[in-house]
């Protein structure tokens, strides 16, 4: 089975640029994440969603982050200008959720390594 | 509001056993996870804990006090390839998945 998908692995754009990153989850998981990882830090939640819907957005710097999972399948994040202060890993995580089931894990993809020149 | 703490770093001996500590403060308690991350690579899932107790699993094993909001993630006859960042993460009662800042093992021969 495949795990999560991220794309691209690494991206490097000048500051002002725009930039999106895209995650395609665990087939049949419901929930997606999306996490900032700076070097030496643990993940920050950006964003999770159930399905479509975005229910969880409080982190998520809205000046200039947005993202969307329309079908409920696939996400993507996107940021636009870029900072310099953006340049951290991006990652995806995906989970299953059967009613109120929550004791499962989530699984992460490979990330996406952002570097704003 | 939340909080999530575990040292920055610990350094161990090849075959030895160590302990990785965990406290948190959060909003509600659905479950304490524990995660491997090497370098440049994603976290992969260890050990999850929602009762109190000891989870056993393999050469690692994971406890957790509720009523303290403490957690330890103990390893034992370590290998050189268990050099790695340890995450704790706390699901609160919502559903978020809050991760701490990691501790950062290194084992040496």
């Known amino acids: 089975e495949a795990g999560v998908v991220q794309s691209p692995r690494y991206k490097i754009i000048e500051k002002k640029q725009p930039v999106a990153f895209w995650c395609n989850p665990i087939?049949?998981?419901?929930?997606l994440y999306w996490y900032r990882q700076n070097l030496g830090q643990g993940p920050e939640l950006l964003i999770r969603?159930?399905?479509?819907?975005?229910?969880?957005d409080s982190q998520l710097p809205k000046d200039r982050f947005s993202a969307e999972r329309l079908k409920g399948v696939d996400s993507t994040l996107k940021i636009q200008p870029a900072e310099l202060g953006d340049s951290a890993v991006y990652l995806c995580?995906?989970?299953?959720?059967?009613?109120?089931?929550?004791?499962?894990?989530?699984?992460f993809g490979q990330g996406t390594r952002l570097t704003v020149v | 509001g939340q909080n999530i703490d575990q040292p920055t770093e610990m350094t161990a001996t090849e075959g030895a056993i160590v302990q990785i500590n965990c406290t948190y403060q959060?909003?509600?308690?659905?479950?304490l996870f524990w995660y491997q991350q090497h370098a440049g690579e994603a976290p992969t899932f260890l050990s999850y804990?929602?009762?109190?107790g000891l989870e056993e699993k393999g050469r690692f094993s994971s406890f957790l006090s509720r009523s303290k909001g403490y957690s330890y993630l103990l390893l034992k006859e370590l290998q050189m390839k268990d050099s790695a960042s340890y995450l704790c993460?706390?699901?609160?009662?919502?559903?978020?998945?809050?991760f701490g800042t990691g501790t950062r093992l290194q084992v040496f021969p």
């Open positions: 804990n929602v009762l109190d």
């Open positions: 969603y159930e399905n479509e819907e975005a229910v969880d």
């Open positions: 995580a995906s989970s299953p959720r059967e009613g109120r089931a929550v004791n499962t894990e989530a699984f």
């Open positions: 087939s049949g998981h419901n929930t």
């Open positions: 993460a706390v699901r609160e009662s919502d559903d978020k998945l809050i």
């Open positions: 959060t909003s509600g308690f659905n479950g």
